[in-house]
């Protein structure tokens, strides 16, 4: 039997967006639903993107709001995952090198990891985990590939949103916490081998989007819990001794490292993430931190432009379930 919608807000808007949740929950599937509609609306809240509505109907959540397409999918259809790794290796992308500048020989290419370890690992064995040489081998055969206009880089067509990160096969890379992680920059300029997520958005207690004194950019400052500020200074206390780029931290939100700075000294219980963030761009990570990630994921299907004579217009979008 189909349950009646539950609506978190009950002021209604102009854009309506239709998410259908992907993968499989760990939790009760309805308290999952619940969780990220609540997600959603602080997300909303927090950016002040007013007379908003979250409706919860089976796998579906129906967000209503005035603001345009783009920004509302930004703000809800995003993971929201931020996590931090040591870099292995960094190189441009579709120039696969090693960290001593050998090219190591190749393997053939096997599944990645989408889980956790069913063992979980200790902070200091996710601080000195070490990449195989098949880690090494696929990672020297990807390129910052990702899924674009509907299509892989092989030309087949795939149900992916465009940008969606691919291995060179067309798995969709998934982030996991205690998995390495194929990554790029935001302009898929530069790729990495990370390590394991040793400090996670969950052990966040405050993001807080500033200028720097004194400069025109905006950098998001970051205070961590007692767990993570305590990974935290184990994970930079041993960066800081390393040469480059194993002295590099990343920042990766959603899978993407968003910066990776040099680590010249332990970092305590407060990070900043410097990149060249507009204030908007800041505001609108900080508020994404602030409200949690998505306890369950979703993909845009379809974006619309609803145009009525004498009525002012409005986009619909439709958010699907990401076919494995």
């Given at each position: 039997?189909?349950?009646?919608?539950?609506?978190?807000?009950?002021?209604?808007?102009?854009?309506?967006?239709?998410?259908?949740?992907?993968?499989?929950?760990?939790?009760?599937?309805?308290?999952?639903?619940?969780?990220?509609?609540?997600?959603?609306?602080?997300?909303?809240?927090?950016?002040?993107?007013?007379?908003?509505?979250?409706?919860?109907?089976?796998?579906?959540?129906?967000?209503?709001?005035?603001?345009?397409?783009?920004?509302?999918?930004?703000?809800?259809?995003?993971?929201?995952?931020?996590?931090?790794?040591?870099?292995?290796?960094?190189?441009?992308?579709?120039?696969?090198?090693?960290?001593?500048?050998?090219?190591?020989?190749?393997?053939p290419p096997?599944?990645?990891?989408?889980?956790?370890?069913?063992?979980?690992?200790?902070?200091?064995?996710?601080?000195?985990?070490?990449?195989?040489?098949?880690?090494?081998?696929?990672?020297?055969?990807?390129?910052?590939?990702?899924?674009?206009?509907?299509?892989?880089?092989?030309?087949?067509?795939?149900?992916?949103?465009?940008?969606?990160?691919?291995?060179?096969?067309g798995t969709?890379?998934?982030?996991?916490?205690?998995?390495?992680?194929?990554?790029?920059?935001?302009?898929?300029?530069?790729?990495?081998?990370?390590?394991?997520?040793?400090?996670?958005?969950?052990?966040?207690?405050?993001?807080?989007?500033?200028?720097?004194?004194?400069?025109?950019?905006?950098?998001?400052?970051?205070?961590?819990?007692?767990?993570?500020?305590?990974?935290?200074?184990?994970?930079?206390?041993?960066?800081?001794?390393?040469?480059?780029?194993?002295?590099?931290?990343?920042?990766?939100?959603?899978?993407?490292?968003?910066?990776?700075?040099?680590?010249?000294?332990p970092i305590?219980?407060?990070?900043?993430?410097?990149?060249?963030?507009?204030?908007?761009?800041?505001?609108?990570?900080?508020?994404?931190?602030?409200?949690?990630?998505?306890?369950?994921?979703?993909?845009?299907?379809?974006?619309?432009?609803?145009?009525?004579?004498?009525?002012?217009?409005?986009?619909?979008?439709?958010?699907?379930?990401?076919?494995?």
């Amino acid at each position: 039997m189909r349950r009646p919608a539950r609506v978190a807000t009950a002021v209604l808007g102009l854009l309506m967006l239709a998410l259908t949740s992907c993968g499989t929950p760990t939790d009760p599937f309805d308290k999952l639903m619940d969780q990220s509609a609540v997600v959603i609306q602080k997300r909303l809240d927090t950016l002040g993107i007013a007379n908003t509505v979250a409706r919860v109907s089976d796998d579906q959540i129906t967000v209503i709001g005035f603001t345009d397409a783009t920004n509302l999918i930004n703000t809800v259809a995003k993971t929201g995952q931020l996590d931090f790794r040591a870099v292995y290796v960094a190189t441009q992308a579709g120039r696969s090198v090693s960290q001593n500048n050998n090219t190591l020989p190749t393997a053939p290419p096997q599944t990645r990891p989408t889980t956790p370890d069913s063992n979980p690992k200790t902070t200091d064995e996710l601080i000195h985990w070490e990449p195989s040489s098949q880690d090494i081998a696929d990672f020297n055969r990807w390129s910052c590939d990702t899924a674009q206009d509907g299509k892989l880089p092989n030309g087949r067509t795939t149900g992916l949103p465009d940008g969606t990160p691919v291995y060179t096969d067309g798995t969709p890379i998934v982030p996991v916490w205690d998995q390495p992680l194929f990554a790029c920059d935001a302009l898929g300029t530069v790729k990495y081998l990370l390590g394991p997520a040793v400090v996670q958005g969950t052990n966040i207690a405050r993001a807080k989007a500033a200028p720097p004194p004194g400069q025109t950019a905006h950098q998001v400052e970051l205070t961590l819990d007692q767990t993570g500020a305590s990974s935290m200074t184990d994970l930079t206390t041993t960066l800081c001794l390393q040469p480059s780029p194993l002295n590099l931290l990343a920042f990766v939100f959603d899978g993407v490292v968003i910066s990776a700075p040099a680590v010249n000294e332990p970092i305590t219980n407060s990070v900043q993430i410097t990149s060249s963030f507009t204030a908007t761009e800041a505001q609108h990570l900080a508020a994404l931190v602030n409200s949690g990630p998505l306890p369950v994921s979703f993909e845009v299907l379809d974006v619309a432009l609803i145009e009525k004579s004498g009525e002012e217009d409005h986009t619909t979008v439709v958010l699907k379930a990401r076919q494995s």
